[in-house]
């Protein structure tokens, strides 16, 4: 079973006027993974799309999405795939790969059906492209690692680049995830924008009563959303992106837009933020 909801743009005077119900309905992706079924969301931020497959141990294939208006949903674009569940499989075509807990498919532009099977948990993110890049699996010890703050600021955590410039070839996606260590609760601080690209997190990895209350907004305008395990949020481009959390917890990033420099950063200094 496949379900699509669209999530249009919002412009920042409207953010600002938004109460906890709105910035969770316009900013918030709550319910992506639900066994035997993809749910996607397709968003008007670069055409940017997030969800979830869960195959459940049998399988399920996507094909067509009318929100696209293509025959078949990679016509005209990429995908990048992340298993966040047990081992699972995806098939497209006469190809098909195994994904450990943690591994990441990229799947270039082309027609097509795309399969996914087994106990996998699949986060996938899709952006339009315009060339055939081609697919491949990324497995842990392939990303790139990046270490970054440290335990006197809360925030030591690692970095793995997976769909990247410096790892593999892609059109516009680039996508990986951050994992904190024990003890540190703080992401992505300092905060920053990048007007150029616009990006979307998918949180995992945490204890069911655990939240991490994502930071969102113009630097001097934040909100605030509390986020639980498996939960997506979207950053338009003119909202920074941080949070803190409990207990350990990973987030996926993913990106679309002008660039694909993971360091272009806006940064705002802590002391100017309102
Ligand atoms: O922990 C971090 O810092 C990040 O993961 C950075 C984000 O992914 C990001 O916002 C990249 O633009
Ligand atoms: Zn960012």
Same mark, same amino acid.
């Given at each position: 079973m496949?379900?699509?909801?669209t999530?249009h /743009?919002?412009?920042p ?6 109460? #906890? ?11 992506? $993974?639900?066994? !035997?079924?993809?749910r996607?969301?397709?968003?008007h931020?670069?055409r $940017? ?5 869960v ?12 929100? /696209? ?6 016509d ?30 990229y799947? %270039?532009?082309?027609? !097509?059906e795309?399969?996914? @099977?087994?106990k !996998?948990?699949?986060y996938? /993110?899709?952006a339009p492209?315009?060339?055939t890049?081609p ?13 970054l ?24 996606? #680039?996508? %990986? ?6 003890g @540190?609760?703080?992401? #992505? ?7 150029r ?12 009563? /655990? ?10 305008e934040t ?8 939960? %997506?949020?979207? @950053?338009?481009?003119? @909202?920074i992106?941080s949070?803190?959390?409990? !207990?350990?917890? #990973? ?10 420099? $993971? ?12």
């Amino acid at each position: 079973m496949l379900t699509v909801q669209t999530m249009h /743009a919002v412009h920042p005077e409207q953010a600002r006027t938004l109460d #906890t119900d709105g910035l969770r309905k316009h900013f918030l992706v709550e319910d992506s $993974f639900k066994s !035997g079924e993809i749910r996607l969301t397709y968003t008007h931020y670069d055409r $940017f799309v997030l969800g979830g497959a869960v195959p459940d141990g049998g399988s399920l294939t996507l094909g067509e999405v009318k929100e /696209a208006g293509t025959p078949s949903f990679l016509d005209r674009r990429e995908m990048g795939i992340v298993n966040i569940g047990d081992t699972g499989e995806v098939a497209r075509g006469d190809e098909s790969w195994t994904l450990n807990r943690g591994d990441v498919l990229y799947l %270039g532009m082309g027609a !097509g059906e795309v399969t996914f @099977s087994g106990k !996998g948990r699949f986060y996938i /993110a899709s952006a339009p492209a315009h060339r055939t890049c081609p697919n491949r699996l990324v497995t842990i010890d392939e990303a790139k690692e990046v270490k970054l703050g440290d335990v006197e600021n809360s925030n030591k955590r690692t970095i793995r680049q997976f769909i990247h410039p410096d790892v593999m070839e892609s059109c516009q996606l #680039t996508l %990986g995830y951050t994992s904190l260590e024990d003890g @540190s609760v703080w992401n #992505t601080i300092p905060s920053h924008t990048h007007d150029r690209r616009m990006e979307a997190y998918m949180y995992w990895g945490m204890d069911d009563d /655990a939240r991490v209350v994502h930071l969102m907004g113009e630097p001097q305008e934040t909100r605030h959303l509390v986020v639980a395990g498996e939960q %997506g949020v979207v @950053s338009p481009p003119w @909202s920074i992106h941080s949070g803190a959390g409990i !207990g350990a917890y #990973t987030f996926i990033w993913a990106m679309a837009g002008d660039n694909m420099d $993971f360091t272009d950063m806006d940064f705002t200094k802590p002391k100017d933020m309102r």
